[in-house]
């Protein structure tokens, strides 16, 4: 039987995936390129910050200690962040948030079409509410690549280097390690090393109809896992902990 | 070309099954498909809807108002073309 504690730290990894892209795209608020993509991305922000939401709650019961997923959200020190390097990257052009949110949006409904079989029941529901604002996301911003890629020269050629860029924080996409294994022994967690080739099928396929080049660059870049982070995320958190910081326990 | 404005849409949303869709406002998009997906994030965000069409708004044919007294003054004084003159029988409810 696995330890809460390994649960704790798979299911935190979850959470703050979600709640560092959520905070990535709300930063776009008021911001978007036009009216009707402002609200969308908002909208797919509030979905991730609710993703985020369920497994902090479920992370605050693991943990057992009386913390809550606020606690969890907005009071841990940069090296407790499990995140994915690549959600921490900044918003850029447009064509870099939605080059972003493509490469983790495609992984993130793998991922979640194998985590409603979890035999982790709490983990499986959420799983299952989140599946379905995925699989709008994915639709979303695989629409976009397309435009951009397959648009005007200018976009495909921005749009190209916003996926170069990004492409050498997707090998951390499939970084597992002993909580992994552990968890994937007992049917609770995801082998995430199946998800790669659906993952790398479809973004090929989706990436090859925009007319773009899917990048080789196999450089590893995989710490996020362990609380290692880049440059950006400490003005990140900066930004999102301040409320917290600065009046502790306040409430709004 | 970078400024060229995308096309004006109209949405009409269904709000629940057997009701009409119904106009509730307009957007811009590039393309019919874009235009559905707008409509979902900006007009059903609060579970108004379970069906969205769009239709550019060039497609609409409109009245104009300067014809409102050829179109529509006439039927004003055909009171007789509401059912009202009918009596309803004892018994008979929900009419």
């Known amino acids: 039987m696995a330890s809460n504690k390994t649960l704790l730290t798979y299911t935190l990894r979850q959470a703050d995936d979600s709640m560092i892209l959520g905070q990535r795209l709300s930063e776009w608020c008021g911001h978007g390129p036009i009216l009707e993509e402002d609200i969308a991305i908002t909208n797919i922000a509030l979905d991730h910050v609710g993703q985020a939401n369920n497994f902090y709650d479920y992370a605050a019961e693991l943990s057992g200690d009386g913390k809550t997923a606020d606690d969890f959200a907005y009071l841990r020190l940069e090296h407790e962040y499990t995140n994915l390097i690549l959600v921490e990257q900044p918003n850029g052009h447009y064509g870099d948030t939605i080059a972003r949110q493509f490469l983790f949006d495609a992984f993130q409904k793998l991922y979640f079409e194998q985590l409603i079989h979890s035999k982790d029941e709490q983990l499986a529901a959420i799983a299952e509410k989140s599946l379905k604002e995925t699989k709008y996301h994915v639709r979303h911003s695989s629409e976009w690549v397309i435009r951009m890629g397959d648009g005007t020269e200018v976009s495909h050629e921005k749009i190209q280097t916003s996926i170069n860029n990004l492409w050498k924080y997707t090998e951390e996409l499939f970084y597992m390690d002993e909580v992994d294994e552990e968890l994937i022994k007992e049917g609770i967690a995801v082998d995430l090393e199946k998800l790669r080739e659906p993952w790398l099928a479809y973004v090929t396929e989706v990436l090859t109809q925009a007319t773009l080049t899917v990048p080789t660059i196999s450089w590893k870049f995989a710490k996020g896992r362990k609380g290692i982070h880049s440059e950006n995320m400490g003005f990140l958190l900066t930004e999102m902990q301040y409320m917290q910081r600065a009046y502790p326990n306040m409430k709004w | ?95």
Do not use: C
């Not at chain 2, 404005?5 to 393309?31: C, M, P, Q, T």
């Open chain 2, 1 to 95: 070309m970078a400024n060229k404005e995308w096309a004006l849409y109209e949405v009409f949303i269904r709000s629940k099954n057997g009701l009409n869709h119904k106009h509730v406002g307009s957007l811009r998009a590039a393309d019919a498909k874009m235009a559905l997906e707008n409509a979902r994030d900006v007009y059903t965000r609060r579970m108004e809807g379970v069906s969205i069409w769009v239709v550019e708004s060039n497609q609409i044919t409109a009245s104009a108002p300067e014809d409102a007294e050829e179109f529509f003054e006439p039927a004003e004084s055909k009171i007789y073309r509401h059912p009202t003159f009918y009596v309803v029988p004892d018994g008979i409810e929900h009419m």
